[in-house]
Every structure is written in C-alpha cells, then in structure tokens.
Nanobody, 118 residues
Framework: QEDLVESGGGVVQAGASLRLSCAGS????????IGWFRQAPGQVREFVAG????????NYANSVKGRFTISRDNAKNTVYLQMNRLKPEDTAIYYC???????????WGQGTQVTVSS
C-alpha cells in the first residue's frame, strides 16, 4: 500500500477556483471510497467531501455544498476536488484519504496548501 499524493494547491484571491488532485496506485482506488479533508491553523481536521469507489455517490460538508465538486477517474487512479467561489475561510491544508471501513480512513497524503486571500 502506498500513501496518496495530493497536488493542485496554491494562493488565490477570493472568488477564484482551484482543482485539487489526489493520486495513488490501483489499490486503493479500485476498492475504496476517497475523502477530502482540510485542516486550518489551530483547527481540527474536518471532512470536506467524499466519493464512493463507483463514483456514483458523493457527499459534502455543508460549508462547501454548491461550490465544491468531487469526482474520480479510476482509469487514472485519481480523485479531483474542483473548488469554485473560494472564500478566505477555505484556507487550509487539504488532505485526501482512502475510506478503509465505515468508520476510518487511511493512506493519508502529505496534504496541499490552499490559501485564499480577501
């Protein structure tokens, strides 16, 4: 098993868009749902969005509904997080992880920094 690798973060102004990528080996992408999480300075890590292994089921935190879209391309072993209309409160390190069971995630990546200026 290899940890996942996030990319695509950056520094943008409020209202801009970014697309994050989460890449890995065929395992776990062929077998697991993938979740995106974020952690702002001094805050606990929070769930942002998740997608089932099939790609047919997704869920989002209320704070990002309507602005963020999670998708996956299993042929490329990659999950994406399209983030539109970014706000300063979206500033955080974004992580992806594989859903190992109903209650836990694993194979955490190192994260990618997203900074949104006002």
């Amino acid at each position: 098993q290899e940890d996942l690798v996030e990319s695509g973060g950056g520094v943008v102004q409020a209202g801009a868009s970014l697309r994050l990528s989460c890449a890995g080996s065929e395992y776990p992408f062929s077998f697991h749902g993938i979740g995106w999480f974020r952690q702002a300075p001094g805050q606990v890590r929070e769930f942002v969005a998740g997608i089932a292994w099939s790609g047919y089921h997704t869920n989002y935190a209320n704070s990002v509904k309507g602005r963020f879209t999670i998708s996956r391309d299993n042929a490329k072993n990659t999950v994406y997080l399209q983030m539109n209309r970014l706000k300063p409160e979206d500033t955080a390190i974004y992580y992806c992880a594989a859903q190992m069971d109903a209650a836990s995630y694993g194979l955490w990546g190192q994260g990618t920094q997203v900074t949104v200026s006002s």
